[in-house]
């Protein structure tokens, strides 16, 4: 079993910055991929950004140019750096991790931008 806990979310305003933490924990050397995905109100759940195991990072259009996903091997934790946030950018954001076996979850963190 692999445990994603999420931490960084909060209220911001347009234009401010927030770095998201997700730390793995359980049976981590199988994990291939990790991504934060974000889910509005009334709205599916979508990737914004994803990094593998090589490092290959992908992020989506919304989120280029103003996030940027990265690794610390040894605190087994991925992170989300966001920028230049706006209102639409308001969600819960989800930590997933993948092996071949599992398809894990955090419980999410919510971020708000707003004035």
């Known amino acids: 079993q692999v445990q994603l806990v999420e931490s960084g979310g909060g209220l911001v305003q347009p234009g401010g910055s927030l770095r998201l933490s997700c730390a793995a924990s359980?049976?981590?050397?199988?994990?291939?991929?990790m991504g934060w995905y974000r889910q509005a109100p009334g709205k599916q759940r979508e990737l914004v950004a994803s990094?593998?195991?090589?490092?290959?990072?992908n992020y989506a259009d919304s989120a280029k140019g103003r996030f940027t996903i990265s690794r610390d091997n040894a605190k087994n934790t991925v992170y989300l750096q966001m920028n230049s946030l706006k209102p639409e950018d308001t969600a819960v954001y989800y930590c997933?991790?993948?092996?071949?076996?599992?398809?894990?979850w955090g419980q999410g963190t919510q971020v708000t931008v707003s004035s």
């Open positions: 997933n991790s993948k092996t071949y076996a599992l398809n894990s």
């Open positions: 359980g049976s981590i050397s199988s994990i291939y991929y």
């Open positions: 990094i593998t195991r090589d490092g290959t990072t």
